[in-house]
């Protein structure tokens, strides 16, 4: 799942001209942005946030069903950016994973391996989404194909 594991854990933005984000709670200031700074957006936080997702690590697709998805926050999923500057890959990319897990899974049944990790822990020394010590699963062939 994308939200729970984004290809990257943020995106940049440069400031094209001065801006102010006013503060939403008491207690904050207004942060002042002038032309040419630089803003990270962590999709990784952002797509693990309670305020948006409740119980974020669980895997529930139905938080994006055609009945629910009016109910997402507005940028509160963004696993290939947002706007102009969105991965033009994106599209080709989701393509190419339904291809290529439909091709893997009509012929295997995915398993838990010794060297699986249990629960999933990220290696927390890499700049991306890295499971400690590997990924690591089985392949055990269907005996019927999809």
């Not at 963004?78 to 500057?85: A, E, N, Q, V």
Request: glycine fraction near 6%; include cysteine; charge should be positive.
């Amino acid at each position: 799942t994308l939200r729970k594991w984004p290809a990257a854990i943020a995106v940049d933005r440069v400031c094209t001209k001065p801006y102010t984000i006013e503060p939403t709670r008491d207690g904050e200031n207004a942060v002042h942005l002038k032309k040419g700074d630089v803003l990270w957006l962590p999709i990784y936080g952002l797509h693990r946030d309670k305020q948006f997702y409740p119980d974020p690590d669980r895997f529930d697709p139905e938080r994006f069903s055609d009945e629910n998805k009016g109910s997402i926050y507005p940028y509160s999923y963004i696993p290939f950016g947002s706007g102009p500057r969105s991965c033009i890959g994106n599209r080709f990319a989701l393509l190419e994973t339904k291809t290529v897990l439909f091709c893997i899974l009509s012929k295997f049944e995915i398993t838990v391996v010794e060297k699986s990790p249990v629960p999933l822990k990220l290696a927390r020394d890499q700049p991306n989404l890295l499971a400690e010590g590997g990924f690591w699963f089985g392949l055990e062939s269907r005996k019927r194909s999809i």
